[in-house]
């Protein structure tokens, strides 16, 4: 009979095995980068940069999508209705209400940085998930954005305007990124870490 | 009163193996998953994970699909029998493990 460590080390597998899709990091790591630099490329509303740099990314996503399936492999992930729900209706809405409170804000000509702050931290919450305990990098990312907000930051710089709420460069944008790649980052490991190599000579 | 061990005598053989319990117990969390997948995530090398596969098939606990257009690729998954199976066996393996934290042997 498996001992509660064996126990414990087949329900981790269980819960990756549930999650993998969610584990693999190097996708986040990818749209950290790509958010980090158009940062500093896309300015004054000109969209060229992010033009010419989307198939890059895009070709880096296939790249990365190649190594999972090769030093991993594929999983198809169990389709129940929660899961649906979460993958399909909720990043949905969470998008249909984003771009409802910015083009509100644009009308009433009202800053969007808190909007787009609120917005990432419900990102971060949302990527929780589960098991939770594993992916409890996103709920720290959350409260770091949250109090990086709405801490005084404003009195340490020169103009005494949040950095945040700096027009160039987009300094919200740069956090986001920064804990997109770190997260990413902390999820790739845990694969790494769970799915060990095989060695050819093992006998069990 | 019994103990809680006398469950154990309900275990199924076929499943309970350490390596096939990982195998299924990794199914058991996706629709399929492909042989690397499993092979990382047991540890198991090709032959033994071949192996165990062939025994678990045979057992109508899974299937195995080999696809045959472009990179051949092996796709293993639960059977709806196996899936209900697996299933009420880490019931048991729960219900065991809580069992025997709480049980304490009698006094002779």
Same mark, same amino acid.
């Given at each position: 009979m498996p001992t509660p460590p064996e126990i414990d080390r087949l329900e981790n597998a269980r819960a990756v095995t549930a999650s993998y899709t969610d584990f693999k990091g190097l996708y986040l790591v990818i749209i950290g980068l790509l958010l980090g630099t158009m940062a500093f490329l896309v300015r004054d509303g000109n969209l060229e940069p992010l033009i010419l740099g989307l198939p890059v990314f895009? %070709? !880096?996503g296939l790249l990365v999508r190649a190594y999972y399936r090769r030093r991993f492999g594929d999983v198809r992930p169990l389709q129940t209705p929660q899961r649906i729900a979460a993958r399909t209706f909720l990043p949905v809405l969470a !998008? %249909?209400?984003f771009f409802t409170a910015i083009a509100v804000a644009n009308n009433l000509g009202v800053n969007g940085v808190w909007l787009f702050i609120a917005f990432m931290v419900g990102v971060? !919450?949302?990527?929780?998930?589960?098991?939770?305990?594993?992916?409890?990098?996103?709920l720290v990312s959350a409260a770091v954005l949250a109090v990086l907000f709405l801490a005084p930051l404003g009195m340490l710089t020169p103009s005494g305007v949040h950095p945040f709420e700096w027009e160039y460069p987009n300094l919200a944008q740069v956090t986001v990124a920064v804990l997109f790649v770190v997260n990413g980052l !902390?999820?790739?490991r845990t694969l790494v870490r769970t799915l060990t190599p095989v060695s050819e000579n093992g006998t069990d | 009163m019994g103990t809680p061990f006398e469950d154990m005598a309900e275990i199924d053989r076929l499943v309970h193996e350490p390596s096939r319990l990982a195998i299924t117990s990794a199914l058991l969390s996706c629709e399929s998953a492909d042989f690397l997948f499993l092979q990382r995530i047991t540890g198991l090398s090709k032959g033994n994970l071949s192996s165990h596969l062939s025994?678990?098939?045979r057992g109508g606990i899974v299937t195995v699909t080999k696809s045959t257009g472009g990179r051949p690729r092996t796709t293993i998954s639960l059977t709806p029998a196996g899936r209900g199976t697996v299933a009420e066996h880490w019931d048991r393996l729960t219900r065991l493990r809580d069992a025997a934290r709480e049980w304490t042997a009698p006094e002779e």
């Open positions: 895009v %070709v !880096l !998008l %249909v209400a971060f !919450l949302m990527m929780v998930g589960s098991p939770w305990r594993k992916r409890i990098h996103y !902390l999820d790739h | 025994k678990l098939e």
